[in-house]
Protein backbone atom coordinates (compact mmCIF):
# COMPACT_ATOMS: atom_id res chain seq x y z
CA UNK A 1 0.00 0.00 0.00
CA UNK A 2 1.55 3.64 -1.05
CA UNK A 3 1.98 5.58 1.92
CA UNK A 4 0.24 9.06 1.58
CA UNK A 5 1.69 11.55 3.45
CA UNK A 6 1.05 15.84 3.76
CA UNK A 7 1.19 17.61 1.03
CA UNK A 8 4.00 19.61 -0.60
CA UNK A 9 3.93 23.22 -1.18
CA UNK A 10 5.47 23.21 -4.86
CA UNK A 11 7.49 26.10 -5.93
CA UNK A 12 4.31 27.32 -8.34
CA UNK A 13 2.37 27.01 -5.26
CA UNK A 14 4.90 29.47 -3.38
CA UNK A 15 4.71 31.69 -6.36
CA UNK A 16 1.17 32.18 -7.05
CA UNK A 17 0.75 32.21 -2.95
CA UNK A 18 3.40 35.41 -2.96
CA UNK A 19 1.44 37.46 -5.79
CA UNK A 20 -1.69 36.77 -3.84
CA UNK A 21 -0.28 38.01 -0.82
CA UNK A 22 1.36 41.58 -2.68
CA UNK A 23 -1.96 41.99 -4.21
CA UNK A 24 -4.40 41.51 -1.34
CA UNK A 25 -2.74 43.02 1.67
CA UNK A 26 0.55 44.34 0.87
CA UNK A 27 2.86 41.87 2.47
CA UNK A 28 5.92 40.48 0.96
CA UNK A 29 6.81 36.77 1.48
CA UNK A 30 10.76 36.40 1.90
CA UNK A 31 11.86 33.67 -0.91
CA UNK A 32 13.09 30.81 1.37
CA UNK A 33 10.15 31.03 3.62
CA UNK A 34 7.89 28.32 1.40
CA UNK A 35 8.18 25.47 4.36
CA UNK A 36 7.20 27.58 6.85
CA UNK A 37 4.39 29.31 4.90
CA UNK A 38 3.27 25.42 3.91
CA UNK A 39 3.66 24.92 7.82
CA UNK A 40 1.35 27.41 9.04
CA UNK A 41 -1.30 26.47 5.71
CA UNK A 42 -1.74 22.82 6.33
CA UNK A 43 -4.26 23.27 9.17
CA UNK A 44 -6.59 24.80 6.41
CA UNK A 45 -6.24 22.10 3.91
CA UNK A 46 -7.11 19.82 6.38
CA UNK A 47 -10.58 21.48 8.17
CA UNK A 48 -11.47 22.15 4.26
CA UNK A 49 -10.48 18.50 3.27
CA UNK A 50 -8.54 20.20 0.33
CA UNK A 51 -5.60 17.54 -0.37
CA UNK A 52 -3.01 20.02 -2.30
CA UNK A 53 -2.00 23.71 -2.20
CA UNK A 54 -2.70 24.18 -5.45
CA UNK A 55 -6.67 23.64 -4.62
CA UNK A 56 -6.34 26.19 -1.59
CA UNK A 57 -5.08 28.67 -3.57
CA UNK A 58 -8.06 27.78 -5.92
CA UNK A 59 -10.39 28.27 -2.60
CA UNK A 60 -8.42 30.99 -1.65
CA UNK A 61 -8.70 32.79 -4.89
CA UNK A 62 -12.66 31.98 -6.30
CA UNK A 63 -14.63 29.82 -3.79
CA UNK A 64 -17.69 31.55 -2.25
CA UNK A 65 -17.02 33.16 1.13
CA UNK A 66 -13.85 33.42 0.18
CA UNK A 67 -13.58 36.85 1.73
CA UNK A 68 -14.03 35.23 5.18
CA UNK A 69 -11.29 32.46 4.37
CA UNK A 70 -9.04 35.97 3.31
CA UNK A 71 -9.37 36.66 7.33
CA UNK A 72 -8.12 33.28 8.05
CA UNK A 73 -5.48 33.27 5.78
CA UNK A 74 -4.08 36.27 7.20
CA UNK A 75 -3.87 35.36 10.93
CA UNK A 76 -1.98 32.17 10.10
CA UNK A 77 0.62 34.13 8.66
CA UNK A 78 1.11 37.28 10.03
CA UNK A 79 3.85 38.04 13.02
CA UNK A 80 1.99 39.42 16.31
CA UNK A 81 4.59 39.39 18.68
CA UNK A 82 4.33 43.11 20.62
CA UNK A 83 4.85 43.95 23.52
CA UNK A 84 3.90 46.99 25.82
CA UNK A 85 6.39 50.58 25.84
CA UNK A 86 8.08 49.03 22.56
CA UNK A 87 11.05 51.15 21.40
CA UNK A 88 10.69 53.42 24.44
CA UNK A 89 12.65 56.11 23.23
CA UNK A 90 10.18 57.24 20.43
CA UNK A 91 7.63 56.94 23.26
CA UNK A 92 9.26 59.22 25.13
CA UNK A 93 9.90 62.11 22.27
CA UNK A 94 6.12 61.36 21.99
CA UNK A 95 5.59 62.22 25.65
CA UNK A 96 7.97 64.28 26.50
CA UNK A 97 8.27 66.33 22.78
CA UNK A 98 5.52 65.81 20.92
CA UNK A 99 2.17 65.68 23.53
CA UNK A 100 3.12 68.74 24.70
CA UNK A 101 3.40 71.12 21.24
CA UNK A 102 0.49 69.31 19.97
CA UNK A 103 -1.85 70.68 23.11
CA UNK A 104 0.06 74.18 22.41
CA UNK A 105 -0.89 74.13 18.86
CA UNK A 106 -4.32 73.06 19.43
CA UNK A 107 -5.74 75.74 22.22
CA UNK A 108 -3.72 78.19 20.09
CA UNK A 109 -6.48 77.05 17.38
CA UNK A 110 -9.21 76.36 19.96
CA UNK A 111 -9.24 72.63 19.24
CA UNK A 112 -9.66 70.31 22.04
CA UNK A 113 -10.15 67.11 19.65
CA UNK A 114 -6.75 64.69 19.34
CA UNK A 115 -6.73 61.71 16.74
CA UNK A 116 -4.14 59.30 16.76
CA UNK A 117 -3.97 56.26 14.73
CA UNK A 118 -1.94 53.30 15.57
CA UNK A 119 -1.51 51.18 12.06
CA UNK A 120 -0.78 47.44 12.34
CA UNK A 121 -1.68 47.69 15.85
CA UNK A 122 -1.88 43.98 16.41
CA UNK A 123 -2.48 42.76 19.56
CA UNK A 124 -3.19 46.51 20.88
CA UNK A 125 -0.54 46.87 23.27
CA UNK A 126 1.41 49.57 21.02
CA UNK A 127 -2.64 51.52 21.45
CA UNK A 128 -2.78 50.96 25.41
CA UNK A 129 0.65 51.97 25.59
CA UNK A 130 -0.10 55.60 24.17
CA UNK A 131 -2.84 55.90 26.18
CA UNK A 132 -1.66 55.39 29.00
CA UNK A 133 1.30 58.01 28.40
CA UNK A 134 -1.45 60.59 27.57
CA UNK A 135 -3.47 59.79 30.93
CA UNK A 136 -0.08 59.77 32.83
CA UNK A 137 1.00 63.34 30.89
CA UNK A 138 -2.35 64.77 33.23
CA UNK A 139 -2.38 67.58 29.87
CA UNK A 140 -5.73 66.50 28.59
CA UNK A 141 -7.59 65.79 30.93
CA UNK A 142 -10.90 68.24 31.01
CA UNK A 143 -12.83 69.09 28.01
CA UNK A 144 -10.82 67.28 25.52
CA UNK A 145 -12.00 64.71 22.99
CA UNK A 146 -8.87 61.99 22.41
CA UNK A 147 -9.18 58.92 20.52
CA UNK A 148 -6.54 56.35 19.91
CA UNK A 149 -7.68 53.87 16.94
CA UNK A 150 -5.77 50.36 16.33
CA UNK A 151 -6.15 49.20 12.91
CA UNK A 152 -5.29 45.55 12.09
CA UNK A 153 -5.62 43.13 9.16
CA UNK A 154 -6.31 39.92 11.59
CA UNK A 155 -9.87 39.92 13.19
CA UNK A 156 -8.02 37.43 15.96
CA UNK A 157 -5.55 40.28 17.00
CA UNK A 158 -8.28 42.91 17.05
CA UNK A 159 -10.67 40.71 19.02
CA UNK A 160 -7.61 40.50 21.68
CA UNK A 161 -7.05 43.92 21.79
CA UNK A 162 -10.50 44.51 22.57
CA UNK A 163 -10.85 42.04 25.18
CA UNK A 164 -7.89 44.02 27.09
CA UNK A 165 -6.17 41.14 28.62
CA UNK A 166 -2.28 40.49 28.74
CA UNK A 167 -0.23 38.11 30.68
CA UNK A 168 3.75 37.52 30.60
CA UNK A 169 6.08 39.21 28.31
CA UNK A 170 3.24 42.01 27.17
CA UNK A 171 4.64 43.27 30.59
CA UNK A 172 8.76 43.21 29.95
CA UNK A 173 9.17 46.65 29.58
CA UNK A 174 6.06 48.03 31.42
CA UNK A 175 7.70 50.42 34.37
CA UNK A 176 5.87 48.82 37.67
CA UNK A 177 3.39 51.41 38.58
CA UNK A 178 1.78 51.96 35.33
CA UNK A 179 0.85 47.49 35.43
CA UNK A 180 -0.64 49.14 39.37
CA UNK A 181 -2.45 52.03 38.14
CA UNK A 182 -4.28 51.05 34.58
CA UNK A 183 -4.40 46.84 34.90
CA UNK A 184 -6.71 45.02 36.99
CA UNK A 185 -6.07 41.80 37.68
CA UNK A 186 -8.32 38.87 36.16
CA UNK A 187 -8.71 35.17 35.83
CA UNK A 188 -6.64 35.38 32.73
CA UNK A 189 -3.88 37.55 33.75
CA UNK A 190 -4.49 41.22 34.24
CA UNK A 191 -7.15 43.70 32.04
CA UNK A 192 -6.67 47.26 30.91
CA UNK A 193 -8.93 49.27 33.18
CA UNK A 194 -11.93 51.12 31.97
CA UNK A 195 -10.23 54.95 32.01
CA UNK A 196 -7.46 53.72 29.48
CA UNK A 197 -10.22 51.87 27.41
CA UNK A 198 -12.47 54.89 27.28
CA UNK A 199 -10.37 56.44 24.79
CA UNK A 200 -9.35 53.72 22.23
CA UNK A 201 -11.14 51.61 20.28
CA UNK A 202 -9.96 49.11 17.24
CA UNK A 203 -10.88 48.08 13.95
CA UNK A 204 -10.31 45.29 11.74
CA UNK A 205 -9.21 46.39 8.30
CA UNK A 206 -6.64 46.91 5.88
CA UNK A 207 -3.98 49.62 5.76
CA UNK A 208 -3.99 49.70 1.77
CA UNK A 209 -7.51 50.87 2.16
CA UNK A 210 -7.66 52.93 5.40
CA UNK A 211 -10.63 54.84 3.94
CA UNK A 212 -12.68 51.71 4.41
CA UNK A 213 -12.26 51.51 8.25
CA UNK A 214 -11.25 55.25 9.56
CA UNK A 215 -14.22 57.69 9.75
CA UNK A 216 -12.29 60.62 10.63
CA UNK A 217 -9.96 62.32 8.17
CA UNK A 218 -8.25 64.82 10.12
CA UNK A 219 -5.74 62.74 12.01
CA UNK A 220 -3.07 63.92 14.45
CA UNK A 221 -0.40 61.50 14.75
CA UNK A 222 -0.31 57.85 12.71
CA UNK A 223 2.24 55.27 14.48
CA UNK A 224 2.83 52.52 12.35
CA UNK A 225 6.23 50.72 13.72
CA UNK A 226 8.09 47.73 12.87
CA UNK A 227 4.80 47.01 9.89
CA UNK A 228 6.87 48.56 6.72
CA UNK A 229 9.59 45.78 7.18
CA UNK A 230 7.13 43.24 5.50
CA UNK A 231 6.14 45.27 2.68
CA UNK A 232 8.15 45.82 -0.40
CA UNK A 233 9.02 49.50 -1.73
CA UNK A 234 6.09 50.32 -3.77
CA UNK A 235 3.91 49.11 -1.20
CA UNK A 236 5.33 51.08 1.40
CA UNK A 237 5.24 54.17 -0.74
CA UNK A 238 1.94 53.57 -1.36
CA UNK A 239 0.90 53.48 2.41
CA UNK A 240 2.50 56.52 3.56
CA UNK A 241 1.14 58.38 0.99
CA UNK A 242 -2.15 57.02 1.78
CA UNK A 243 -1.44 58.28 5.49
CA UNK A 244 -0.18 61.63 4.46
CA UNK A 245 -3.96 62.05 3.10
CA UNK A 246 -5.18 61.61 6.70
CA UNK A 247 -3.03 63.31 8.36
CA UNK A 248 -3.91 67.05 9.50
CA UNK A 249 -1.42 69.85 8.48
CA UNK A 250 2.01 68.83 10.20
CA UNK A 251 0.97 65.96 11.21
CA UNK A 252 3.02 62.98 12.35
CA UNK A 253 4.19 59.76 11.25
CA UNK A 254 5.93 57.42 13.71
CA UNK A 255 7.64 54.30 12.26
CA UNK A 256 10.22 51.44 13.83
CA UNK A 257 13.71 52.63 14.61
CA UNK A 258 14.38 50.13 11.57
CA UNK A 259 12.39 51.39 9.12
CA UNK A 260 12.80 54.93 7.07
CA UNK A 261 11.43 56.50 4.15
CA UNK A 262 14.72 57.96 2.38
CA UNK A 263 14.23 56.92 -1.42
CA UNK A 264 10.84 56.20 -0.56
CA UNK A 265 8.72 59.46 -0.72
CA UNK A 266 9.23 63.32 -0.25
CA UNK A 267 5.73 63.69 1.14
CA UNK A 268 7.73 64.05 4.72
CA UNK A 269 10.10 65.90 6.32
CA UNK A 270 12.22 63.93 9.41
CA UNK A 271 12.13 65.25 12.61
CA UNK A 272 15.17 64.50 15.10
CA UNK A 273 14.33 63.89 18.55
CA UNK A 274 16.92 62.67 21.07
CA UNK A 275 17.08 58.64 20.22
CA UNK A 276 13.78 59.43 17.41
CA UNK A 277 13.14 60.16 14.06
CA UNK A 278 9.60 61.60 13.81
CA UNK A 279 7.82 62.27 9.84
CA UNK A 280 6.29 65.41 9.45
CA UNK A 281 3.50 65.40 6.67
CA UNK A 282 4.87 68.15 4.32
CA UNK A 283 2.06 70.64 3.53
Known amino acids: MQNV ?3 LMKPEDFRLFKEFVAAMFGLLLEDGKRG ?3 AKLLPRLEELGLSTFAEYYSYLKFASGSIDEHLKFISLITNNETYFFR ?3 QLRAFADEVLPALKVKKLKNGDRKIRIVSAGCSSGEEVYS ?3 LILES ?3 AWNWDV ?3 GVDIDPKVIEKAEAGIYSGRAFQSTPGHYQERYFKECRCGHQVRKVVRNITDFVQGN ?3 LEKVLADSSVDIIFCRNVLI ?3 DETVRRVVENFARFLVDDGLLFLGHSESLSRITDHYLPLRFPGAIVYRVRG
Open 130 to 132: LAM
Open 5 to 7: GKP
Open 207 to 209: LLN
Open 36 to 38: ILA
Open 147 to 149: KIT
Open 138 to 140: GSF
Open 230 to 232: YFN
Open 87 to 89: EES
